[in-house]
């Protein structure tokens, strides 16, 4: 076995699938109750142990008889035969016919012995005990006959089917309760890191905790594809804890995946356990992300090692890990999970290894897919929703240019471009606009930013607020005004009355990013200050404690003031309420939507345009109006 | 709501749409546990409350700075900074950072007070209690601003969004381990009908007992459809059982579906109590199949009733019912759900409405998809299993010709054309052949019906048992030869010796059907012996107790006899065995695997070619040989 050992530095990613092909993942087979048998596969053939139906079966309502007591019958020249009894579905016929005899019979019900036929309602008619047939049937007519929908000893259906309703319809016809079906291989996911806390726990971020974003999201990626997922507790750098974890982990499942921590303390921990509890058969791949992958062995269970950081893990997941599940579950490869497009922009790359890119989609106007890349950082979570798939690029490949097509590997087969693509300015109106479209993605870069990406023509509308210095041709959708100032604590306590207060007194203020409107607002109104004070903007600014640091989102100063980190916040009249803080009025500035002209005619645009004439979302939010 | 009525005899699919469209079946807005939350819809919009992440986080392990203090510095002219601490992941720093100082900082760790970048640490060098700074950093390098991911404050999704793994990784960040999702509709189905079974349970053939297709059926559908099944118990014809049962589940369902029955009566019972205890919106749609179909209400649940054959109740579920359910459910509709191909042979029409004609697919070498309808019947379960979806014809529409285009809804977006379409003769080793096939579909009609068939150039391969009148234009691809005779019940009590004891005994004989190749060979055996004996062949014939009337299945006479119905039945050696009853030996017969000449190349074919060669599936089979 210490052939597949691969411990040159960085190997090819082929060679990584072929060691994750050579791990055992498939469990036993088991047996489930038909209920519970949907989207599971078929372990073995499944044959007909009955006739379907089990009997000579009428398919209408009318008379059987003998056939051949029929011939000759026709509207003219009816048939007359004596009735001699009645058969209902679910009923067993008392009678067999005789010549020149007929049974009353329902859809459904058993022919009596010796009717091989029979002659629908309505081309009859009762006469006391005797019935007038105004047709001829041959035998055969008007009779399901036994087996005919599938014989006993036939066979049904194949190892490897994936049970829809249309097989489970026919697994009932056939009386089965429970069928034989490929085992869910169990996986389980041990996350490593002192620094991950649970979800719905308490968070110390001044400890540097956070939440452990790989073990839910591993989760259902595994469930996604087709296995069942099993979560350990976090294990921290300690050895002892950490074989124990990983071992009670291996005797339970069939592969076990660690990830969760980026420290090379915690890795490293992982790597002697994995060497001296089982085999380590690979470690590195040429791959970004996802270099310090490893492959091996833990008792009788598979082991992954995934990367730390969440859209690295999870596309590492995708591209290497969940094919074996689904293998070992005998689930298909998913159709349709490729989407083709062409490039939006030019993209370089220089990495030696391939490059598994996240990309997203966005339409142009008319319907073309766009494809663009989503690169924040491996670390930013956000990337997860804001990439549709990955842009497999070659070691080789030295950039992509603008409008060159590629695929993009979709993160799911029904993965939809948004229907519409919003950059710029967060704010709490456009929040609710956004809860009204069909299918938006928005990405809160601030107003300068979204401006420029507009001017690149990835998006299809910037949301930008405040004064702008940038002159970029686009077309005005609609917008609103909001009322913006200094957010202070509750019953202002420091009795700040305005932008004075922050440049006289020594007072802490949290500020916005450059990019931000409110920012830009900000500046305006200082600098207005200055001009009335005869001062240079220069000298305002420096006398205010935290005005060069920017805060990332529109609440985060109030947020600060709230948890009396700082005695003033730049914000909107909306956030100081929502939080229970007091407000300062400044100024009002607009909020203007404006689209990329070339994506007016866009359905997703005019879906937004026409909501921003309708909505009537200012009503609830202080210190809004249409404008 | 009287309005909503529509009584007159057939109405408009579109009508029925409507109906249904204006029926409420959209339950409340639940929170589930992030573990169970994939594929859950949210209910509403989630915000961000708190920054991801909580804190300014070094992106690589080395030493956190004030980038001032490294200006100018590069490998010629280093700086030196005073080391004055350590901080690793999940620890909270305990110095802040004086003018010229440094701390040692792990990926992931919090930045200690007054530190506003990271020199990575294979640009430094340890000098004692000193660090040498080899690079100049900016304010920011290295480090991942709190909120930069996602700030407090912002929108993380939007409601309607269906939560896959990366809606459930940026969740996890935000540290919300329970989420507002769209309840899933619960659907009540009530099985009328005194004749069905519940799968498991033991079947009275005799009475015209057969199992309940549909609950399973339409159960399965409606989890598809992202609904909830609840199954009812079988109700009769008796009103007040009805009446009880379809309260009950009225009463705990967001709709109630019955099928299950094609009586009359039951129809009627069902009829009467909507009427009574509800409202009864639509019967009767323009629609082959599901005419009967009822819409309405119950109480405050809504009410549907199925046709009662399965194919009938399953389209017309699929049709009208599932985008209900998937509405109220919040789902999207099913991408990619439709395939297009060319209609393998002509097939006529007069039917005046909708058709939601059952198609098969098939590709031809060339991978093109064709398109061949699927009418068995639509008592017949097999025409769940033998199409792949329908296509919706126009009342107006006479014929759809050879060759045209046409769109086949699937049943399931991931339905794919099979590999192997085969017809003919059904045979033990050819199931087994089958197992080893990547998707192959067989239709078991017999070896003349599959002659028939493969001349019209819809399947891919005819397997043919016996001597043929045919002559087709095939190609060979393999095929092996099996010892047939009569199967008599164990221990041959009657003392059979061969064909000579069915003509000149009194023996009740199961013969098999005209298209079944077994039944060619006894007709070519008793044509040899008739010439011996020097009589017609009709004479012997008609002198064998049960030779006209044929079963359906190849192990159908073999049964018969297991079950005492019979003392001699026509059959292989391999069956015989199988049912531990004796076999005379008649004779030997080929079984040929004769492929359409223009799909050789097909892979499915080639797979198949392949199979026949290698396969050892005859070890194991009595009577059977290569050939």
Redesign the interface.
Known sequence: MSDRKQFRDLVDPEVAHDAIDSLDLAPEPETVP??EA?GRVLAE?V??D??????D?A?V?GYAVRGRDTFGADEADPVTLDLVGT??????PDVPIGEGEAVEI?????MPDDADAVVMVERTEIDGERVRVRTAVAPGDNV????????????A????T?????????????????VPVRGRPKIGIVST???L?????E???????????????????V??AGGEAV?YPHAGDDYDEMERLLLEAADECDLVLSSG????SAVDVIYRVVEERGELLLHGVAVKPGKPMLIGELGDSAYVGLPGY?VSA?TIFRTFVAPAIREAAGL?E???ATARGRMAVRERYSEGRLRLMPAGLVTDSDGETLVYPVD??S????S??EADGVVAVDPDTEYLDQGEEVDVQL????V?APTLLAVGE?D?A???I??ALE??R?L?VGSREGLRRLSNSVPDVAVVAGPTERDVETVDLGGWEREWGLVVPDGNPDAVDGLSDLIDRDLAFVNRGRDAGLRASLDAALSDLADERGASLADLTESIRGFEAG??????PA?AVARGEADAGLGLRA?AEKLGLTFVPVGVEDVRVRANPDRVEKPGVRELEATLAETDVYESLPGYERA
């Open positions: 038909l209920s949907r053939r044959d007909a009955l006739d379907v139906p089990g009997f079966r398919t309502d058969v209902h579905a679910g009923e067993e329902s859809t459904g019900a058993v399901m006959v036994a087996g005919s929908d599938v014989a006993a000893g036939a066979r259906l194949g190892p490897g994936r049970l829809t309703a249309r097989d489970i319809g026919l697994l009932s016809a056939l009386g089965r309760d429970a890191g002192d620094e806390v649970r979800p719905g726990e968070l110390n971020s001044a400890r540097g905790e956070i939440y452990d974003v790989n073990s839910y999201t591993i989760a259902a990626g469930e996604e979560l921590s980026t420290s090379a969440p999870l298909p998913p159709q349709t924040k950082g670390g930013a979570t956000t997860l929703v993160f799911s087969p029904d939809r967060d709490p456009l929040s609710r956004l809860d299918r938006p928005f809160p805060t990332k989102g529109f609440e985060s947020r956030t």
